[in-house]
């Protein structure tokens, strides 16, 4: 182990110089010169290496992945990503028996299927450099993201078919079934516990970073165990699931918790970056030793093996080339003649985008050496050869043809040349617009003076709050707000703080009875069906009991959140299977969010200004934040939709979030100049800023490669 982790780090100093050739092909070479001068071998147990490698791969994909475009296409994305998968199987399996006939077809089956996951690194590095036309672009990158987790079911089919030697294709069909939806429900349920085992242990003050960063880490390897092992189901699908589920709980703008993401993230980094360089350092030491025990066996010399590995990526390519073409007709035939026209240079482009790596490596290396009968595994070697060829073959045709076609001659980018590389500094407002209020001095907790520079913050966006970013600036108040009333509750008197809770109880009821006037007023004025009448009325009586259960001072058990967690995906299930209606159901939603709101916050206002009710007896921060929430509702139900608009979005979030950070780190300076706190507890305080700004720049790093 010291040995290969030694040859990852060596082979990324080489490539800084070597900047033209990508670092899995360096790490090839290194692996293979270990072999040849030193006789190293590396001895491969195939539960093991498939536990150590695919889990954290294919979960840190997941987590990783693009919620927006995962939902936006999803049509396209699980269509290329199952049945080119499947095609590229069977059409291949079939034409690489036919290329060797002494390979037995389901091991040819097995070969093609691993063949077929592609590097999602290496594509879209590919893909934005040669500048494909949007439709091809999902396609290519979409795909890659989730192929890994079909084409190794159905590896995992083809060795199993040879291993036993039986092959039933009903069996395999219900057994297909049950791995997959096991599978998934096993990551889906595994996951949901671990998250709700966090948020219990972070309730009870077991918040250390360290402890939590190692919990997670540890989260694919037990969820791929478990369901292997117990459930004898799908590891893969439950690891990519669980990965995706993580990834679609990451949806605050302000982070609660910015050290523990940060230090998360940055270990992930480490582990995905030794654990990708390991898998080609050590195919590079598999080859010599692949290349040996095909000359031994006699059926094929080094100029064959060598044909066999080019014709099978010749194979790969044309699968790829005239499967795109067809989508890409496809779309403009029953979409829009304004798409894109077919073109055969972009097809073949799109075929040349397949480089396969790391997880073809990985699952290549687990083929077991022998068969149930005892004898070996037939043509192992020469199996091992071919997708050790296919991977190399693959990284040299893209590296040669990328400086042809590209106009941005930016390197190849593949999963194991992914740096955690993130900027130098962002700039942040430096003018301290804020005064401290004029008090006695006294020292402050920690709790509070986070509470006091958030408020800062939220008078900073308040601030710069235009037309043209209003939807931002209520997301990011409103992510402010729950947070400043979490820290609320951890250092106001208890009587002071149900007094707030009464307070906003209270008016949490009126502006309730106004949602529910509104609903009965569209209703009447036939500007909504029956169906969005019903998901709303439902919506506000499920509010009511939620108010009715925190004014009774009783709270939900964890079976509550299992049926919350379920209800809502069954109403994503519902709202998948019946697309068709999206686009009236969505307007009407939008419809009543906007005038529920609006008719809340006018109900609120007339509460407050009856002659027999005391507007100043509630709490300013309890009627803020009602009011935030609820111009929040409009302006999301106004946005526009589509990836310009959410990139605007965000490009206006991230501006609003570098002035409120300027704006807490003015306030911490504030308050230590005031005497308010002490050196310790402003260095902590920046230690926060700086960690929430760091995640800030992450997430930008990450929107752009995207």
Do not use: C
């Not at 879209?124 to 190794?152: R, Y």
């Not at 590995?309 to 890409?328: C, D, E, H, K």
């Not at 407050?608 to 111009?631: I, P």
């Amino acid at each position: 182990m010291i040995l290969l982790i030694v040859l990852v780090l060596l082979s990324n100093i080489i490539s800084h110089y070597l900047t033209f050739i990508p670092v899995s092909l360096i790490q090839i070479v290194l692996g293979l010169v270990v072999a040849l001068v030193w006789k190293f071998e590396v001895p491969l147990e195939t539960d093991w290496f498939l536990l150590l490698f695919i889990a954290p791969l294919l979960y840190n994909d997941g987590r990783r992945f693009p919620r927006r475009e995962l939902w936006r296409l999803r049509g396209p994305i699980f269509a290329n990503a199952i049945w080119l998968v499947f095609l590229t199987t069977l059409l291949g399996g079939y034409l690489i028996y036919a290329l060797i006939p002494k390979m037995p077809l389901t091991v040819a089956f097995a070969l093609a299927a691993i063949l077929s996951p592609t590097d999602p690194v290496a594509v879209q590095s590919i893909a934005k450099q040669v500048k494909l036309p949007a439709s091809l672009m999902h396609l290519v990158s979409g795909e890659s993201l989730i192929n890994d987790a079909s084409g190794l079911i159905a590896f995992k089919y083809a060795v199993a078919a040879t291993v036993t030697g039986a092959f039933s294709m009903g069996t395999a069909t219900g057994d297909f079934i049950y791995i997959s939806i096991v599978g998934f429900i096993s990551g889906l349920i595994f996951m949901t516990a671990i998250q709700l085992l966090m948020d219990i242990l972070r309730r009870q003050g077991i918040d250390d970073v360290i402890f939590n960063t190692v919990l997670q880490i540890a989260t694919p390897f037990v969820i791929y165990l478990v369901t292997e092992e117990i459930t004898h189901a799908s590891g893969v699908i439950a690891v990519v699931t669980a990965g995706v589920l993580y990834h679609a709980r990451e949806n605050r703008i302000v982070e609660d918790t910015p050290e523990l993401k940060l230090v998360t993230e940055k270990v992930w980094d480490i582990i995905i970056y030794s654990l990708n360089g390991i898998v080609f350092v050590i195919l590079g030491i598999e080859l010599p030793v692949a290349t040996s025990q095909v000359i031994k066996g006699g059926q094929f010399n080094t100029g064959q093996a060598i044909f066999f590995a080019f014709m099978a990526w010749v194979i790969l390519v044309a699968i790829r080339t005239f499967w795109t073409y067809g989508y890409i007709l496809f779309q403009r035939l029953t979409k829009s003649r304004s798409q894109e026209k077919p073109s055969f240079r972009m097809a073949v482009l799109s075929g040349l985008s397949g480089v396969r790596g790391a997880v073809t490596m990985a699952g290549v290396l687990s083929v077991p050496a022998t068969i149930a009968s005892g004898a070996s595994f037939p043509t192992r070697a020469l199996m091992l050869f071919v997708a050790s060829g296919v991977i190399i073959i693959s990284l040299v045709a893209a590296t040669i043809m990328l400086p042809l076609i590209s106009t941005d001659k930016q390197p190849l980018q593949t999963r194991a040349s992914v740096s955690d590389e993130i900027a130098n500094e962002i700039d942040l407002d430096d003018e301290v617009e804020e005064e401290f209020p004029e008090e006695p001095v006294r020292q402050v907790s920690e709790e509070e003076a986070r509470a006091y520079i958030m408020r800062l913050a939220i008078s900073k966006i308040e601030e710069l709050r235009r037309p043209n970013n209003q939807r931002a600036a209520y997301d990011l108040i409103l992510d402010y707000q729950f947070i400043i009333r979490r820290l609320e509750m951890s250092y106001r008197a208890d009587t002071a703080m149900q007094k707030v809770l009464d307070d906003e109880i209270k008016l949490r009821e009126v502006a309730i009875s106004g949602e529910r006037e509104s609903l009965e007023s569209l209703l009447e004025g036939e500007k909504i069906t029956q169906t969005s009448y019903v998901g709303a009325l439902r919506r506000i009586e499920k509010l009511e009991s939620r108010l009715t259960q925190v004014s009774g001072h009783t709270m939900p058990g964890v079976m509550h959140y299992w049926v919350l967690f379920f209800r809502h995906m069954w109403r994503n299930t519902r709202y998948w299977l019946h697309s068709e209606d999206t686009d009236r159901l969505h307007a009407e939603n939008n419809l009543i969010e906007r005038e529920t709101a609006k008719n809340a916050i006018k109900a609120l206002s007339q509460y407050l200004a009856r002659t027999d009710v005391d507007e100043t007896q509630f709490d300013n921060q309890a009627v803020y934040h009602l009011l935030v929430h609820y111009r929040n509702r409009i302006e999301r139900a106004k946005a526009a939709t589509g990836p310009s608009h959410e990139d605007d979005y965000q490009h206006q979030l991230n501006k609003l979030r570098v002035r409120a950070l300027g704006a807490e780190r003015n306030g911490i300076q504030t308050l230590l100049e005031a005497g308010n706190i002490s050196w310790t507890k402003a260095t902590h305080l920046r230690q926060y800023v700086n960690y929430a700004e760091n995640v800030l720049v992450m997430s930008l790093n990450n929107e752009e490669g995207e």
